[in-house]
T-cell receptor, first 112, second 109 residues
């Protein structure tokens, strides 16, 4: 099955701990994206990568870090510097041709 | 900075009625516009993609129109069903996606 997988579905962490969210795709897409969704708000872009070993900050990158060592994988680390990390995190991938994006099932992170 | 607005925030209709969802955006220099569906606690499912050169796109009971000059898109869902209950998001692509907050639709049986 082609698609985007995110793991885990639910994640719980104590304040002050770093946590890494996984995103893998087998669609052979060059571009990958991380978004954050809060209740009643639209998705906000955290980081994106258009090619391996390169990535750019989105609108709300502070307190987050990413890596893109492989085309298929784009993990997101939520650091202790992120002031309000509790949210629903969505990963997406896309082609350079149509700029259409495809989304994974999301990870709900709760930090207490 | 691109601003995307979706009105209304919520909509409740009886089964069989046609749905009209609105999306407006501030900067008309876009590559395309995507409509997504999101079920509670789930990821986004792409419904329709309209390229900037297109006026509308259709898939089954869904039809989306795009008027770049006025900064508007409308998603029409014909003969609504309870299974259409979800949140519908529009996203404008001007090298990156900017999302509206969504319209939550409830179709009453």
């Amino acid at each position: 099955d082609g698609g985007i997988t995110q793991s885990p579905k639910y994640l719980f962490r104590k304040e002050g701990q770093n946590v890494t969210l996984s995103c893998e795709q087998n669609l052979n897409h060059d571009a990958m994206y991380w978004y954050r969704q809060d209740p009643g708000q639209g998705l906000r872009l955290i980081y994106y990568s258009q090619i391996v070993n390169d990535f750019q900050k989105g609108d709300i990158a502070e307190g987050y870090s990413v890596s893109r060592e492989k085309k298929e994988s784009f993990p997101l680390t939520v650091t202790s510097a992120q002031k309000n990390p509790t949210a629903f995190y969505l990963c997406a991938s896309g082609t350079g041709d149509s700029y259409e994006q495809y989304f994974g099932p999301g990870t709900r992170l709760t930090v207490t | 900075k691109q601003e995307v607005t979706q009105i209304p925030a919520a909509l409740s209709v009886p089964e069989g009625e046609n749905l009209v969802l609105n999306c407006s955006f501030t900067d008309s220099a876009i590559y395309n516009l995507q409509w997504f569906r999101q079920d509670p606690g789930k990821g986004l499912t792409s419904l329709l993609l309209i390229q900037s050169s297109q006026r509308e796109q259709t898939s089954g009971r869904l039809n989306a129109s795009l008027d770049k000059s006025s900064g508007r898109s409308t998603l029409y869902i014909a003969a609504s069903q309870p299974g259409d209950s979800a949140t519908y998001l529009c996203a404008v692509n001007d090298y990156k996606l900017s999302f509206g907050a969504g319209t939550t639709v409830t179709v009453r049986a």
